[in-house]
Nanobody, 122 residues
Framework: QVQLVESGGGLVQPGGSLRLSCVVS????????MGWFRQAPGKGREFVAL????????SYGDSVWGRFRISRDNAKNTGYLQMNSLKTEDTGVYYC???????????????WGQGTQVTVSS
């Protein structure tokens, strides 16, 4: 069984930074994509970022472009989301996901983390 364990959420002030981590267990992650999604109350699940695990190519949602950076450590089977210049509208539950298809559509992802709360407030 494949499991994703996500951590790193918390409370930060506007303009601050936070790094989320997502470790994959049960299977070595060598291909496909790891994606990050977030959900604010009443807003649905929004694409944040993804990385092609084998090539390292990345993609970002419009709302976070230039502020967030996704990366991975292949040896540790771990992905990261570095969030900088945080805004109050970044507040939400952040989820990591893994799947064989490289896409920003959450319906294509097979495995999901439990989610971690990110709150940006002064």
């Amino acid at each position: 069984q494949v499991q994703l364990v996500e951590s790193g959420g918390g409370l930060v002030q506007p303009g601050g930074s936070l790094r989320l981590s997502c470790v994959v267990s049960g299977r070595t992650f060598s291909s496909g994509a790891m994606g990050w999604f977030r959900q604010a109350p009443g807003k649905g699940r929004e694409f944040v970022a993804l990385i092609n695990w084998s090539s390292g190519t990345v993609s970002y949602g419009d709302s976070v472009w230039g502020r967030f950076r996704i990366s991975r450590d292949n040896a540790k089977n771990t992905g990261y989301l570095q969030m900088n210049s945080l805004k109050t509208e970044d507040t939400g539950v952040y989820y990591c996901a893994a799947g064989s298809t490289v896409t920003g559509d959450p319906t294509y992802y097979q495995f999901w983390g439990q989610g971690t709360q990110v709150t940006v407030s002064s």
